[in-house]
C-alpha cells in the first residue's frame, strides 16, 4: 500500500490495492460515452472490473451558490443550465417551487401550455437518450433518425418561446406567451409523426435486433432493494418494477385530470429500461392528445394575479401608475416571499427533480438546493459496474441517462 507523505501523495484520495494483475484506468472526462464530464476510474483485472469510482466535479458551476445571490425572477434562465437536454422540466421545478412559497394559483390555460410543453419535453429528452444510448452501443442509424424527429420537436419550441435548447419557457405565475397561431395542428402532426416512427422505425430497428438484444439484456441488473436503497427514480426505479411516478403519487399541474398509465418493467437490466424510454413517448403523446380539447375550453390569462410578487400584464402597466411602479419595484428590488422553506418535487425525463428554497423574506433566497437524479445515479455507477467487463460500461453509463449539468451543479 502507498505510504502518503508530501511528496507522494494518494492518487485522488483513492486507495486501489494493487495486486497481482490489475490495472488502474481512467474512463474520461474526455471520452464521448462519458455524458458530459464524467471521470471513472476502473480497476481491471483482464477485462472485468474490480472496482469503480465516478470522479465528479469538472461541470462545476456553482449553481447553487449563484440561485442564492440571484432574485427569485433572474435566477430562472439559469435553470436551464441544469439538465440542458430537458431545459423546461428544470424550470417548471423552480417555479413551481417559488409559487408555492409565495402562494399563487396559476391560471388554468398556463397549467395546460405548461403540460403541454412539459411533455413535449420529455419526448425531446427520451430521443434524445435513444439516440445516444444506440449510438454508444454501435446503432448509428437510430441516433440519426431520433435525431430528425427531436428537431420537429426542438421547431415547436422554438415556434413557442424562440429558443431550442434553454427554453426558459415558463415564469413564476404561469407561462411568458400564448400558444401561437397553428402551433397546436403542427403539435398533432409531430404527434402523428413520432406514434409511427416509434413503431415501425425505432422499435423495428432495436426491439428484437440480436446485436442490441445481447449488448443490453442482464446487463446493468438493478435489484429493486437495491434501486430505492441508492435513492434512485424516474425510470432507472420503475425498471426495477417499483410502480413510482410524481406525476401520479403527488400531481402537480393538470396531471391529475390525465389519463395516463405508468409503465414498469420487472426485467431489471438495460433492456427492461431501454422499453420503458420507448413506452413513455407513447404515454407522453396520449397525454399531450388529452391537453388539446382542454386549451380550448379554457379562458386567455396566462399570468396568476398577484401584484405583490408577479408584474401586472402590460396593457395595465402602459395604462395604470401603480401597475408600473409596482412593475419597477419587482424588476429592480425583486419580489419578497414570506419567511418559510418549501420542498416541491416534479417528475422530470430523468427521474425525481426537487427545488428546495429556504427564504428569510428577502429579495434573495437565503438557501436553495436541487435534488437532481443524475447524481443519485452516478452514485449508483461505483456499485452497479463492479463484476462487469468493459465493454457493458458504456451500455451502464448511458443506459443511467445521466446529464452533468445537474449532478456537479
Not at 14 to 43: K, Y
Not at 279 to 308: C, F, G, H, V
Request: proline residues 5%; contains cysteine.
Amino acid at each position: 500500500m502507498q505510504q502518503p507523505n508530501k511528496l507522494t501523495p494518494f492518487f485522488e484520495n483513492i486507495n486501489f490495492e494493487r495486486d497481482d494483475n490489475t490495472m488502474v484506468i481512467n474512463f474520461g472526462p474526455q471520452h464521448p460515452s462519458a455524458h458530459g464530464q464524467l471521470r471513472l476510474i476502473l480497476e481491471l483485472d483482464g477485462e472485468k472490473v474490480v472496482k469503480a469510482n465516478p470522479d465528479i466535479g469538472y461541470l462545476h458551476r456553482g449553481v447553487e451558490k449563484m440561485a442564492e445571490n440571484m432574485m427569485y425572477n433572474e435566477f430562472l434562465p439559469t435553470t436551464d443550465r441544469l439538465d440542458y437536454i430537458a431545459s423546461t422540466a428544470n424550470n417548471y421545478a423552480y417555479a413551481a417551487a417559488v409559487e408555492k412559497l409565495i402562494g399563487v394559483e396559476v391560471p388554468r390555460r398556463a397549467k395546460v401550455i405548461r403540460t403541454m410543453l412539459l411533455e413535449l419535453n420529455r419526448i425531446i429528452s427520451h430521443l434524445f437518450f435513444v439516440a445516444t444510448h444506440a449510438l454508444d452501443v454501435g446503432a448509428m442509424s437510430v441516433f440519426l433518425y431520433a435525431f430528425r424527429e427531436r428537431e420537429f420537436a426542438m421547431d415547436l419550441m422554438e415556434d413557442y418561446c424562440g429558443a431550442r435548447l434553454t427554453h426558459s419557457s415558463i415564469r413564476i405565475g404561469g407561462v411568458p406567451l400564448d400558444l401561437p397561431n397553428d402551433w397546436i395542428s403542427n403539435m398533432i402532426s409531430f404527434c402523428d409523426k413520432v406514434e409511427y416512427e416509434l413503431e415501425h422505425t425505432y422499435n423495428a430497428l432495436l426491439q428484437e435486433n440480436r446485436i442490441w438484444k445481447m449488448r443490453l439484456e442482464d446487463v446493468g441488473v438493478l435489484s429493486p432493494d437495491e434501486a430505492l436503497s441508492w435513492g434512485c427514480s424516474g425510470i432507472m426505479l420503475r425498471g426495477s418494477g417499483v410502480k413510482y411516478d410524481i406525476r401520479k403519487e403527488e400531481p402537480y399541474e393538470l396531471y391529475g385530470e390525465l389519463d395516463f398509465d405508468i409503465p414498469v418493467s420487472d426485467r431489471c437490466d438495460s433492456y427492461g429500461r431501454y422499453r420503458l424510454y420507448m413506452e413513455e413517448m407513447k404515454q407522453s403523446i396520449r397525454i399531450i392528445r388529452q391537453l388539446i380539447p382542454m386549451y380550448k375550453d379554457t379562458t386567455p390569462e396566462i399570468m396568476a394575479n398577484a401584484p405583490e410578487y408577479i408584474s401586472a400584464p402590460k396593457e395595465q402597466i402602459m395604462t395604470q401608475n401603480y401597475s408600473l411602479m409596482q412593475h419597477f419595484v419587482l424588476v429592480t428590488q425583486g419580489m419578497r416571499p414570506p419567511k418559510g422553506e418549501v420542498y416541491v418535487p416534479t417528475e422530470s425525463p430523468k427521474g425525481e427533480l426537487g427545488f428546495y428554497i429556504r427564504s428569510e423574506g428577502e429579495p434573495y433566497a437565503y438557501r436553495v438546493k436541487v435534488r437532481a437524479p443524475s447524481f443519485y445515479h452516478t452514485g449508483l455507477l461505483q456499485e452497479i459496474l463492479v463484476g462487469t467487463y468493459i465493454a457493458d460500461v458504456v451500455t451502464i453509463i448511458g443506459s443511467t441517462n445521466i446529464v452533468f449539468g445537474e449532478v456537479d451543479r
